[in-house]
C-alpha cells in the first residue's frame, strides 16, 4: 500500500487545476484507505489531540460537533496539509492575478504558516467534525485573520448510503445580478474534496468577476457522519 504523499502525488493535479479554475472545486478519490478513516474516528475521542470542541447548536452554526487539533498535528494530517497546499498554491496565485488582487502565496506550506504567526494567527484549524440523525451545517466561509488561503480541504470518512443518509456537502455560488446556484455532493468514504474558502474567479464579457461562494452540510436523516476539514491558513484562537 502506497503511504498518503504517494497516493496523493499519483493523483490527476492537471484536471484538479483545470476543475478549480471552472467550477471553484474538484473531488479527488480514494485519498485514504478504510483503516485511515476508521483511526480518525476512533480518534476523535483521544485526550491531549484537540485543542477546542465546539458544539454547533451553542453557536447557531448549526446541529452537531467538531474539535480542532492542537499542534503537532498527527503526521497523516501533516503529510495531507503540506502535500496539497503545494498543488493549491499556484492555483491561488493564478487566481490573484485574473481578479487583479495584489496577493502571492509561498510554494511550501511552512512558509504560509510564518505568515501566519507574523500575525498572531498560530492556533490550527485542522477540525474533525461529527454529526448525528437531524445534524447539519450552516452555510459559511472558514476565514479566521488576516492571513487566509482561498481553498481548503474536506475528507469523507463514513461511506453514505451504509454509515449514514442525507449530509449532503452543500456549495453554493452568488452570482453577480442573478439568483444563487447550488452544487450538492455526496463524496465517498476516503475521497477528499478541494473547493474555494470564499471565492473564485469567472471570465465574464469584460474580464474576470468574483464569485462569492459559502459550503454547508444538509441534514442527516439517519446514522452517523464525520469528516476531516483541512483549512490552510491558522488561526488567532
Request: aromatic share 10%; net charge neutral; charged share 20%.
Amino acid at each position: 500500500m502506497k503511504n498518503i504523499v504517494e497516493r496523493l502525488q499519483g493523483k490527476d493535479w492537471q484536471q484538479v487545476t483545470s476543475n478549480m479554475h471552472e467550477q471553484g472545486y474538484a473531488l479527488v478519490s480514494g485519498v485514504l484507505t478504510p483503516k485511515e478513516c476508521d483511526e480518525l474516528i476512533t480518534a476523535y475521542n483521544a485526550d491531549n489531540t484537540y485543542r477546542k470542541t465546539i458544539s454547533m447548536e451553542r453557536y447557531r452554526f448549526g446541529a452537531g460537533e467538531y474539535k480542532y487539533f492542537r499542534y503537532p498535528l498527527p503526521a497523516l494530517i501533516t503529510q495531507i496539509r503540506e502535500t496539497v497546499y503545494s498543488h493549491l498554491a499556484p492555483i491561488a496565485n493564478k487566481w490573484m492575478e485574473v481578479l487583479q488582487i495584489e496577493q502571492q502565496f509561498p510554494a511550501t506550506h511552512e512558509e504560509l504558516k510564518q505568515r501566519c504567526q507574523e500575525k498572531g494567527q498560530d492556533k490550527p484549524t485542522i477540525l474533525i467534525l461529527k454529526y448525528g440523525s437531524g445534524g447539519f451545517n450552516t452555510l459559511h466561509q472558514d476565514l479566521y485573520g488576516d492571513v487566509w488561503f482561498p481553498m481548503q480541504a474536506v475528507l469523507f470518512l463514513n461511506e453514505p448510503g451504509e454509515d449514514y443518509t442525507g449530509g449532503e456537502f452543500v456549495l453554493t455560488e452568488q452570482i453577480p445580478r442573478a439568483q444563487s446556484k447550488a452544487n450538492v455532493l455526496q463524496p465517498k468514504r476516503g475521497d477528499m474534496l478541494l473547493f474555494t474558502t470564499n471565492f473564485r474567479p469567472a471570465k465574464g464579457s469584460r474580464g474576470y468577476y468574483r464569485v462569492n461562494m459559502k459550503h454547508g452540510v444538509s441534514p442527516l436523516h439517519s446514522g452517523h457522519r464525520h469528516t476531516l476539514g483541512i483549512i490552510f491558513h491558522d488561526a488567532l484562537s
